[in-house]
T-cell receptor
């Protein structure tokens, strides 16, 4: 079983839609959590860290559920520029940083 | 600052050849990582290092070796390349102990990637 599981999608949504991604992790001792964005053929870049109390950055909201061992990312009012692959990342311990397989999002006009 | 630099950016190898990918960072980061990315697979951790002179295995270490002789460099070696090692390789680094746990700690900074083809 992979340490970090993520629904690969793809998600195809119209502009203005709200879309949510989930990611589950298997190690209950995992220490820190992140969402990264990757554009085609580019390196991943940090979208946001995920804090225990949940956190928001503009149209993006991240949440952590330690009891059920999952993190989520909510994107409101989707823009064309949000089209990308979204990767969840988990520090499973000892700074071993594992990625989910990524969820591809396409926002259409 | 250059950030994280990977060399080479592209390489074509024949089966059985050896090569080394170099990752260099100028941010005084303690931790460095090598990942590979294949279509539909996300990034899979090959090896990582939590400090100069240390290395640890990740998710898919077989067929690769690494060395961290200098803090700023993390080398990934393929002793005998196989077609299954055709992939895009990303290096990343994180954690500057001087900065401690300020915002941004544990955030991975990536290189631009190295595309390797093994024929």
């Amino acid at each position: 079983r992979k340490e970090v599981e993520q629904d690969p999608g793809p998600f195809n949504v119209p502009e203005g839609a709200t879309v949510a991604f989930n990611c589950t992790y298997s190690n209950s001792a995992s220490q820190s959590f992140f969402w990264y964005r990757q554009d085609c053929r580019k390196e991943p870049k940090l979208l946001m860290s995920v804090y225990s109390s949940g956190n928001e950055d503009g149209r993006f909201t991240a949440q952590l559920n330690r009891a059920s061992q999952y993190i989520s990312l909510l994107i409101r009012d989707s823009k064309l520029s949000d089209s990308a692959t979204y990767l969840c990342v988990v520090n499973i311990g000892n700074n071993d940083m594992r990625f989910g397989a990524g969820t591809r999002l396409t926002v259409k006009p | 600052n250059a950030g994280v630099t990977q060399t080479p950016k592209f390489r074509v190898l024949k089966t059985g050849q050896s090569m080394t990918l170099l990752c260099a960072q100028d941010m005084n980061h303690e931790y460095m990582y090598w990942y590979r990315q294949d279509p539909g697979m996300g990034l899979r951790l090959i090896h990582y290092s939590v400090g100069e002179g240390t290395t640890a295995k990740g998710e898919v270490p077989d067929g690769y070796n690494v060395s961290r002789l200098k803090k700023q460099n993390f080398l990934l070696g393929l002793e005998s390349a196989a077609p299954s090692q055709t992939s895009v390789y990303f290096c990343a680094s994180t954690v500057n102990r001087v900065e401690g746990m300020r915002s941004g700690a544990n955030v991975l900074t990536f290189g631009a990637g190295s595309r390797l083809t093994v024929l």
